[in-house]
């Protein structure tokens, strides 16, 4: 009885401590992932809507102070009329200035929509 007691609390352990590895596993490989978006000279790769360039987003500014209201909006949330107004501040800006405006939103607390997303990842092609 005693030996098969001691075989349970042996098993139990090895199946916590396999659960346990299994999720320092998978954050392992996120953060490694997210890495492997950056080329070898720092540059964006395109593959994502925001890089980690090291902004200085104290002298980051666009004029779109109308999508402010978008602040805490759920992609799934927009409207067809909130992702023309997106659309329209995109295509009124400079190509090289679209990844900057991405990562200011971003940083404002306002979800792309997924469409505008995949217009940026075009346009940073």
Same mark, same amino acid.
């Given at each position: %009885?005693?030996?098969?007691?001691?075989? /349970?609390?042996? @098993?139990?352990?090895?199946?916590?401590?396999?659960?346990?590895?299994?999720?320092?596993?998978?954050?392992?490989?996120?953060?490694?992932?997210?890495?492997?978006?950056?080329? $070898?000279?720092?540059?964006?790769?395109?593959?994502?809507?925001?890089?980690?360039?090291?902004?200085?987003?104290?002298?980051?500014?666009?004029?779109?102070?109308?999508?402010?209201?978008?602040?805490?909006?759920?992609?799934?949330?927009? !409207?067809?009329?909130?992702?023309? $107004?997106?659309?329209?501040? @995109?295509? !009124?800006?400079? !190509?090289?200035?679209?990844?900057?405006?991405?990562?200011? @939103?971003?940083?404002?607390?306002?979800? /792309?929509?997924?469409?505008?997303?995949?217009? /940026? @990842?075009? %346009?940073?092609?």
């Amino acid at each position: %009885m005693s030996n098969t007691i001691v075989l /349970i609390v042996i @098993l139990a352990f090895i199946v916590a401590g396999f659960f346990i590895l299994r999720k320092s596993y998978r954050n392992r490989v996120v953060t490694d992932d997210h890495h492997s978006h950056e080329s $070898e000279d720092g540059e964006c790769c395109g593959k994502h809507t925001n890089c980690a360039k090291g902004y200085d987003n104290s002298n980051l500014y666009f004029e779109d102070e109308e999508l402010d209201r978008f602040k805490g909006t759920k992609q799934e949330d927009y !409207t067809e009329a909130d992702i023309e $107004e997106f659309r329209h501040v @995109l295509y !009124t800006m400079k !190509t090289e200035e679209v990844d900057t405006w991405a990562h200011c @939103l971003q940083t404002r607390g306002i979800e /792309i929509p997924q469409e505008i997303k995949d217009e /940026i @990842l075009l %346009m940073l092609q």
